[in-house]
């Protein structure tokens, strides 16, 4: 995930920087602690606002690379201003992360 293309509402940030995070965001952070790699450039902010309990993870989706821009661009047009790639599904091996967050842009 490259957590500099997640869309994050504007005043979530803020708003987790004083304090207003629901309990279960630590719920949810331990959870997948096991599962999911932060690389070290991505403040603890930003993975608070990644395990709030209040997003919809289940709005993912995943397709193949190659029509990636075509639906972002088919959603816009769609009024869902808020579609964005935001990472890529690779390879795993038993002893990697399922999941690994970067302080990144994502390159489709």
Known sequence: IAFLSVPVIPAAAPLAALGCVPGAATANAQHVADAVLFDASVDPLARTILCDPQT???????????????????????????????????????HSPLVRVLNTRSHP
């Open 56 to 94: 919809s993870g289940g709005l993912l989706i995943s397709i193949p690379r190659q029509y990636a821009d075509e639906l972002v661009e088919r959603l816009h047009a769609a009024g869902v201003p808020a579609a964005a790639c935001i990472g890529l599904v690779g390879p795993t091996t038993p």
